[in-house]
């Protein structure tokens, strides 16, 4: 190996440890993300890392894939089980990825489609700079109900009777409260409309029965990532309940060869770990997700921050939604900056009223990786303290990280899963 090329190595290795240090000693709180377990690791850092097997369980377009075969199998199995649905598609290497096959399968391009609006918190996928735009679909978005942060119900069913989408699709990436599903689903079927959710965020939640049901809410296609509060390996799952098989064949054909020809076959081996892991423990991790959002929300409120949706608990979800200054001020920008240097992650987030994804005045905190680490309502608290500290007291962000990375020795390992 020359000089230049142990350097390069080195440079990256370094940064590949300084990165795992940074989450393992301070507060990973960004609400997309999560931590895998023991068993989904040695999955995922296996041989199946570079290998295909292009099609389904049996009808394979390569040779050498009957151990994945089984593996797949179990897995399909697994997520119809955890999920109760008839159809589980597993092979999407991300949601976005799930997002892309659902619409190939429901809409061709210039259909009409009514989603949420990304200044409401609807995820990128879900507008024309995302997978609705790559598919060539003529978006409108629901009147949103900043109070209750979620489409206001009587104008987005009206908006859909007006528009009369093919596809009314629901979900969103800042997702504090249940999608009123039911009420809209239903009007999305009057007018002739496929109805689908996104659950990337919430699907651990959702599968742990501790947030919505969407298949049972009127949804004919379930679309999430893998990687969220669902924690498993990066990827996605693609889920309906409909019992038609030509649609079932549509999903799959969607997926590949729709948009994957190698979906990862290591991540794939890793969610089938996970969703055993989630059969065995998912609803009591759901469960400690909530009650610890709901914990950090008012602890957060009690030590004197604007956290939204207070008239409603602030949240049933993963998620926190703070503001911290004046709409496009960029002051959530700031904040993020300076909890970082206290070994706090988090992301700046556009709240209603913002205008500017880049100077936004709001952060969107999660508690899923710190739940899966151990922590509950009394580490909350503190975690709550700790914000303070840096953002109102304006203590020196390195003393704070003192505190941050003594609370956190006491949880380093992952819970809710099987030991090796």
């Known amino acids: 190996m020359s000089d230049n090329h142990r350097s390069t190595i080195s440079q990256i290795l370094d940064a590949v440890d300084r990165s795992g240090e940074h989450y393992g000693t301070g507060f990973p709180m960004i609400a997309s993300e999560n931590v895998i377990s023991p068993l989904v690791r040695r999955a995922c850092n296996s041989d199946l890392h570079g290998r295909y097997a292009e099609g389904l369980p049996g009808k394979r377009y390569y040779q050498g894939c009957d151990d994945f075969d089984t593996i797949e199998a179990i897995g399909i199995q697994l997520a119809q089980k955890v999920f109760n649905s008839s159809f589980a598609n597993i092979q999407p290497t991300s949601g976005t990825v799930s997002n892309i096959g659902a619409l190939k399968a429901l809409v061709k391009p210039g259909d009409r489609i009514s989603a949420v609006s990304t200044a409401d918190g609807g995820h990128i996928s879900h507008a024309q700079m995302g997978a609705v735009g790559l598919r060539g679909l003529d978006l409108h978005t629901y009147p949103w109900d900043i109070d209750r942060m979620e489409p206001d119900i009587d104008a987005a069913a009206a908006m859909i009777r007006d528009t009369e989408p093919a596809l009314a699709l629901f979900g ?249």
């Open 172 to 420: 969103a990436s800042v997702f504090l409260f249940p999608t009123p599903l039911e009420e809209l689903a239903d009007v999305a079927h009057e007018i002739g409309a496929r109805v689908m959710y996104d659950g990337a965020h919430v699907l651990g939640l959702i599968a742990g029965g501790v947030f919505q049901d969407p298949l049972r809410e009127g949804a004919d296609v379930m679309t999430g990532s893998s990687h969220k509060t669902f924690p498993g390996p990066q990827g996605g799952f693609l889920l309906s309940n409909n019992d038609d098989e030509k649609f079932h064949r549509r999903l799959n054909n969607a997926v590949f060869p729709g948009t994957n020809s190698s979906y990862h076959l290591h991540h794939v081996a890793g969610k089938v770990v996970a969703l055993s892991e989630f059969e065995a423990f998912g609803k009591q991790y759901a469960r400690d997700t909530v009650r610890n959002a709901k914990a950090l929300a008012a602890a957060l409120a009690t030590e004197g921050f604007d956290v939204l949706a207070e008239d409603r608990g602030f949240t049933a979800s993963h998620q926190v939604l703070t503001r911290h200054g004046e709409t496009d001020s960029g002051a959530g920008r700031k904040a993020a900056a300076m909890l970082e240097e206290a070994g706090i992650i988090t992301n700046m987030n556009m709240l209603p009223g913002d205008t500017k994804a880049m100077t936004p005045s709001g952060l969107r905190l999660g508690v899923q990786e710190l739940t899966r680490h151990g922590m509950g309502t009394t580490e909350m608290e503190e975690v709550a303290t700790c914000f303070r500290r840096v953002l109102i007291d304006q203590e020196d962000p390195s003393t704070v990280k003192t505190r941050v990375n003594q609370i956190r020795s006491d949880f380093t390992e992952v819970r809710y899963c099987f030991q090796e």
